[in-house]
Structure formats: structure tokens, C-alpha cells
């Protein structure tokens, strides 16, 4: 196991100059820093490559997408006469293992964890025979391993036992392993995905954590432990510093997925795995969706504008033509006809042409009544109040406001009104994100309890 202990300086030496020149490492969730000296020689490490350091404890750690300073120097200018040069190295990625982790190693298999989904992910049955069992059997521990496009999605229990055998401390963990490799840049993408989905769940901003990647498949690393070549895989750190969750977000009565217990959990496995399939044409609105579970205890213009901006990249909410092109064609030619017998130049025929083309797509009223009635196609009417469409509407005028400036609200009504609209158009929006995903029956009941929608029915207007 690696022994970098984060948030503390280490001594290392670097292995890409050729000079063997030595520094300090400080990996934490903070910072990602490298100082390296030279007592003789100026020295300039490019920062466009991974950097490699060998520390004190023997471990290599590889810095990925680095911005390196220009080597500065600290001199004594009486004598004895003295300079030491001194390049800082900035990285937003380190991997920590026993070999250097270059530019070109793939990522074949990666496993990390999810704080706050221990009840989300709760198998009553696999919990409890762990607990009570001398022996757990493999389908205790395993959660799931299901496909999905291009990768295997797999989901397991840890448990390590105190004093009382009975009473197990519970780890969740979760992986993915890739058909092929993907590398260092790519494979957190769908990290980001999966961890994504969890956050879906709570609506809440969820980070990974205790990120470890491999080389090998677990095919590949079962054989080099029996055959005792197995030499470890290797962690990851990011600058992600821990999210404060209020555990009253946590409540999983609210989530569309649950794993309670065999049929719960066959919609979660469905769930994640559409999820999954349709994440690379999703990472954009999905983006907007986590800044909008960031900013949920706050009100202000750029919530308001990032919602918006989340309905607008949703896939399946773009505003639909209300006019076809045989219509705009007989509207325009009628036109037309009618402004040369005005008395005007042919040219204008192009001008109508235009205008009518930009009327064709239905109003913001129109386009909101048809998602409206389509997300309650799915889970019932009165998932959103009767007056959304118009808090809807509200919420574009207040949006054409926050564009131009800051937002200041005349009184207290102003200010609810815009915090009620802000709401509405994040719960739109949330629905339209589960609209097509394979939620059971169960959870189609627990969504009207959803954060996001359990916020946006209760604030005042």
C-alpha cells in the first residue's frame, strides 16, 4: 500500500532531469505541490510532460497536467559566495504507486468510494448475512457487476470486525472496469458519471474518494496474486476538498433508486447502467445539474441563470416548431404578395421569410405546458404544482434581468417570487434528467419527495 501521508511534506528526489535533484512533494486534497533545488546548476523541468519523484518512503509519485514556475534563484552575494536555483511544480493530478505512471499507461480497471451512500446502497439481506455469518459468501459482498457501453459497472461491500462479530464497520466501495484502456484524462470522465448518477440520487454534490487504478483487469490481477507477480495498483488524488452534505439531504425516501432489497435494487443495477450509456451526450446539462445541487442553500442570479442554462442543455427539452415548413412557405408567399401590392420591393419577400422562420418554434408558454404535461405522464399529475407554467415563465423574465446584471429584488415578495421560480425551473429540469431512465414503480412514488422537488413545493410564494 502506498505510504503517502496527505497534507505533509515529503523528501523526494526527481527522476526526469537526469541530475537526481531533490526536494519536497505536499500531496492533499488542498494542493498538489513539488519544490525542487538545485545547490550547483540553473534547471528547468518542463511542465508539459508527467514529472516523476521517487519520495522518502520509497513510493514514485507521477504529476499529471503540471504548470511549472520559472526556476528562481536565492543568492549570497558576500563571501562566501552561494546560489541555490528552486523550481515549484503546480499539478492538478498525482499518482502514487510503485512505478512512474506515464503519459501513455492505460487505465484498465478503477475502484473508488462515495461517502454518504451507505443507506442508498444497503442490501437489507447482504448486510445482514455479513453480519452474521462466520463465512459471507461472494454474493453477499457483491452489490452488482453489470454492462454497460464499453466498460463492466461493479459495485461490492468491504467489512472489518471489532471486538462483536456481528457488528460489521461497512464499506462500500465501487468500480469500473473498461473494455479498453482508457487514460489518465479519460477515465475519471466516467468516474464522474457514475458519481454523478449517486449525487442524481440525493441531490446532493457527491465527490470520489480513496481512487485507485490498475493497469490489469481483475482477470489479469487475480492471476498475478496466484502466481505471486501482483505488485499493486496505484492511487489517485485530485484538488477536490470535501463538500459539506447536510444529512438531511441523505434521506434515501426521496431517491427514484434504492438497494433495499432484491427488486429495489434490480431498478437501481437498470438505472445506472442507462445512465451510463447515455452519460457523453449528458456531461453538460449533468454539470449544471451538480452546480445546482452546490448552490441549493443559496439564492442568488447565478442560480437563477444556471438553471436555465441547465433546461436549455437537456436533451429532450428543446422547443419544438409549431409551424412546418410547407406553413412558413404559404405564410410567406401570402405576405409577400401582400406587401408588393402595398407598394413595396420584392426584396421584403426575404425579410418576411426571416421573421416568420423565427416564429415558428412554439412560445416559452407553450414549450413549458408540453414538458410539464410530459414529465407528469411519468410520474403523475401533481408532481409540480398547478401554477409551475407559470413560475416557469417567471423564471425566463427573471432570467433576462440577471443577464443584464446583478439581480437586486425590490422587497421581500420579489425575493420569494425569484427564489420560487429558480425552484421551479431546477425541479423541471431534474424531472426531464429521470424522465427516461427505467425507475420502478416504488420510485416513481419517492421522487415527489426528492430534495429538489420537496424544496420547490414548500417555498413560499
Known amino acids: 500500500m502506498p505510504k503517502i501521508e496527505i497534507g505533509k511534506p515529503l523528501h523526494c528526489v526527481e527522476l526526469v532531469t537526469g541530475e537526481s535533484l531533490t526536494g519536497t512533494v505536499l500531496v492533499s486534497d488542498e494542493e498538489l505541490r513539488a519544490v525542487i533545488y538545485s545547490y550547483t546548476d540553473h534547471f528547468h523541468i518542463k511542465g508539459e510532460q508527467p514529472v516523476f519523484l521517487q519520495t522518502e518512503t520509497n ?89 454497460a457501453q464499453g466498460m463492466m459497472l461493479r459495485a461490492w461491500y468491504g467489512a472489518t470486525y471489532g471486538m462483536e462479530f456481528d457488528a460489521p464497520k461497512e464499506i462500500w466501495s465501487t468500480g469500473i472496469e473498461f473494455d479498453e484502456p482508457r487514460s489518465i484524462r479519460e477515465y475519471i470522465l466516467h468516474v464522474s458519471d457514475y458519481v454523478n448518477f449517486l449525487s442524481f440520487c440525493f441531490g446532493v454534490q457527491l465527490k470520489p474518494s480513496a481512487i485507485r487504478i490498475d493497469r490489469l483487469s481483475f482477470a489479469q490481477m487475480m492471476d498475478a496474486v496466484e502466481k505471486h507477480e501482483y505488485l499493486g495498483d496505484h ?31 434490480a431498478s437501481l443495477r437498470e438505472c445506472l447502467v442507462a445512465w451510463m450509456n447515455r452519460a457523453a451526450i449528458w456531461r453538460r446539462p449533468n454539470a449544471l445539474m451538480m452546480t445546482c445541487f452546490g448552490l441549493k442553500n443559496v439564492v442568488s442570479s447565478e442560480r437563477l441563470l444556471n438553471a436555465c442554462r441547465w433546461l436549455e442543455e437537456v436533451p429532450i427539452a428543446k422547443a419544438q416548431p409549431v409551424l412546418s415548413i410547407s406553413e412558413i412557405d404559404a405564410i410567406v408567399t401570402v405576405a409577400t404578395a401582400k406587401a408588393q401590392e402595398l407598394g413595396h420591393d420584392a426584396a421584403i419577400g426575404d425579410r418576411i421569410a426571416g421573421a416568420i422562420r423565427w416564429i415558428r418554434a412554439e412560445t416559452a408558454e407553450q414549450q413549458f405546458k408540453r414538458l410539464v404535461g410530459t414529465v407528469e405522464g411519468k410520474f403523475g399529475k401533481g408532481i409540480l404544482p398547478d401554477e409551475a407554467v407559470e413560475h416557469l415563465k417567471r423564471a425566463v423574465n427573471f432570467r433576462g434581468k440577471s443577464a443584464h446584471g446583478h439581480f437586486n429584488p425590490e422587497n421581500d415578495a420579489q425575493f420569494r417570487t425569484f427564489s420560487k421560480s429558480t425552484r421551479a425551473m431546477e425541479s423541471l429540469c431534474y424531472l426531464l434528467t429521470a424522465l427516461d431512465l427505467p425507475i420502478s414503480e416504488e420510485g416513481l412514488t419517492r421522487v415527489g419527495s426528492h430534495p429538489v422537488i420537496r424544496d420547490y413545493r414548500m417555498a413560499y410564494d
Open 235 to 265: 492511487e489517485v488524488h485530485y484538488i477536490w476538498p470535501e463538500v459539506e452534505v447536510d444529512n438531511r439531504d441523505l434521506w434515501v425516501g426521496g431517491s427514484p433508486v434504492r438497494s433495499w432489497d432484491d427488486q429495489e435494487l
Open 59 to 147: 513510493e514514485i509519485v507521477s504529476l499529471h497536467s503540471n504548470i511549472t514556475t520559472i526556476a528562481g534563484t536565492s543568492s549570497r552575494n558576500i563571501p562566501p559566495q552561494r546560489v541555490t536555483y528552486r523550481q515549484e511544480i503546480i499539478s492538478n493530478v498525482a499518482v502514487v504507486g510503485h512505478d512512474p505512471w506515464t503519459a501513455e499507461d492505460g487505465v484498465k480497471r478503477v475502484s473508488f468510494q462515495v461517502k454518504h451512500t451507505k443507506q442508498l446502497m444497503r442490501h437489507d439481506h447482504k448486510v445482514k448475512a455479513i453480519g452474521r455469518s462466520r463465512f459471507p459468501t461472494e454474493e453477499h459482498f457483491t452489490i452488482f457487476n453489470d454492462a
